[in-house]
C-alpha cells in the first residue's frame, strides 16, 4: 500500500476496504478488531485511527463530546434505544448557549439539527469551540501495534476533515450553497474559522506515526457541489491544510466520496498524494474510475472504486471478480492503485469478501 501511495508499482494489487465498519465486525464476525478482520481475509490492512478527532459519523458520536469551561456540551438523551438513539445537545458559553442534534442507529449517526442558526453564531464557535490536540502516544501505540501487518490512517479533527465538509455539518447544505451567492463573505468567515482550528489540530500531530491523512469528504463532490464553487469554496482551504500536513511529512489522500467529474484538475491542484473513492455510476458517481484515470493520468495515487453494494454485497461471483480485473486493468495498470470499496458496507455476506480478496490476491504485475 505505501508502495502505492508513492505511485509506484507493487508486485502485486493491494486490496483493502475503507473503514471496516464496527457493524459489520459485530454481527457477522463476532466482535473481532478491523485489523483482525482484514489478516482472516488476506487483505491488506488500512486502520482508520479516530479517537478524539471530534468525528460525527461514529456511532457514538453525540454522546461523548469534549468540553471545556467555556464550551459545555451537555447531552439530553432523549431515545437509549441502540437502532434509534436521539440526543440533544446545549452548549453553554460565555456568551449564550448554542444548540443541535444527532440521531443513530447502529450502523451512523446523522445530524438532526444543525449548530449555526444565526450568523453570528460563528463568532461562538470562533472563540469558544475547543481543539483537542492530538494524543501522538496513543497513535504511535495504534502504529507500533499494526507493524507491518497494515497502514494506519489518521483524520484532520472535525465533524469532517474539509473546512468545507465540516461547515455542511454545522449549517443546512442547502442554506451553506444559497449563502455562497448570497453573502459569500460569511461563507469564507466560517471557513477561516474552520481552517484555523484545523491549522492549529495538525500542529498537534507532530511525532504522531499516520501512513495517511485523510482529508476533504462528499459535500465537496460535484454531485453536491458546481466545480465553481469547490473552486472558490473548497479549493484554498483544502491546499492550505494540505501544505500544513505535507511541511509535517504525511501522505494525504482527498475524499470526494461522490462524484469527480469536473473537479480532476481542482483535486490535483489542492496538493494531495491520493484521491479517494473513486465512486462508479451504479453508486451515485458521476463518472467511472478509469475515467478520472484518463484524465489525471499519473498525477495522483488513486483509492476506491468498487461498488460495495450492487457487486460487492448483491453481485455473483462472475461479477465480484470481472470488476476487480476491470478495476485492475483500466486503473490499476501503471501502479498507484489501491483497489477497496467506494464506502462503508453493512450487511455483505463473508463468502463475499473471500471472492474480492481471492480476486485482488491474481492481479500481480
Given amino acids: 500500500m505505501l508502495c502505492a501511495i ?13 473503514q471496516w465498519q464496527k457493524y459489520h465486525l459485530d454481527t457477522y464476525l463476532g466482535g473481532i478488531s478491523d485489523l483482525e478482520a482484514f489478516e482472516m481475509f488476506g487483505l491488506d490492512a488500512a486502520v482508520q485511527y479516530s479517537q478524539d478527532m471530534g468525528q460525527s459519523r461514529h456511532t ?59 450568523d453570528e453564531d460563528i463568532h461562538l464557535i470562533d472563540k469558544y469551540m475547543p481543539v483537542p490536540a492530538l494524543d501522538s502516544v496513543a497513535v ?8 507491518d501487518r497494515g497502514i494506519l490512517r489518521g483524520f484532520v479533527w472535525g465533524d469532517q476533515a474539509g473546512c468545507w465538509q465540516h461547515a455542511c455539518c454545522l449549517i443546512d447544505t442547502q442554506d451553506l450553497i444559497l449563502h455562497c451567492f448570497d453573502k459569500p463573505d460569511w461563507v469564507h468567515e466560517l471557513l477561516k474559522i474552520l481552517l484555523r482550528k484545523k491549522l492549529q489540530f495538525i500542529e498537534s500531530m507532530k511525532g504522531a506515526s499516520f501512513d495517511l491523512v485523510e482529508t476533504g469528504g462528499g459535500a465537496g463532490s460535484s454531485t453536491l457541489i458546481s466545480p465553481a464553487l469547490h473552486r472558490k469554496f473548497c479549493l484554498p482551504y483544502d491546499r492550505r491544510m494540505h501544505d500544513a500536513l505535507h511541511s509535517l511529512g504525511y501522505k494525504i489522500t482527498y475524499h470526494t466520496c461522490g462524484g469527480t467529474k469536473g473537479i480532476e484538475e481542482l483535486i490535483v491542484a489542492n496538493g494531495c498524494d491520493a484521491s479517494e473513492t473513486l465512486a462508479p455510476t451504479s453508486i451515485g458517481g458521476n463518472q467511472e474510475p478509469w475515467e478520472f484515470k484518463e484524465k489525471i493520468g499519473r498525477s495522483l495515487a488513486l483509492i476506491g472504486g468498487l461498488d460495495q453494494f450492487n457487486v460487492l454485497t448483491s453481485g455473483t461471483r462472475a461479477d465480484i471478480r470481472k470488476m476487480v480485473f476491470k478495476l485492475f486493468e483500466k486503473v490499476g495498470y501503471e501502479g498507484g492503485y489501491i483497489l477497496s470499496c467506494c464506502d462503508h458496507f453493512f450487511d455483505t455476506p463473508l463468502d463475499k469478501i473471500r471472492i474480492y480478496a481471492k480476486a485482488a490476491r491474481e492481479c500481480v504485475y
Fill in 6 to 18: 508513492a505511485k509506484g508499482k507493487p508486485d502485486r494489487l493491494p486490496a483493502t476496504f475503507h
Fill in 60 to 118: 457514538d458520536a453525540g454522546l461523548t463530546r469534549f468540553s471545556t469551561p467555556e464550551w459545555k456540551d451537555e447531552v439530553r438523551l432523549i431515545s437509549f434505544d441502540p437502532d434509534n438513539r436521539i440526543c440533544h445537545h446545549t452548549i453553554t458559553t460565555p456568551e449564550g448557549p448554542l444548540t443541535y442534534g444527532t440521531a443513530g442507529d447502529l450502523t451512523t449517526t446523522w445530524i438532526t439539527e444543525f449548530l449555526i442558526k444565526r
Fill in 140 to 147: 504511535n501505540k495504534a502504529y507500533d501495534r499494526i507493524g
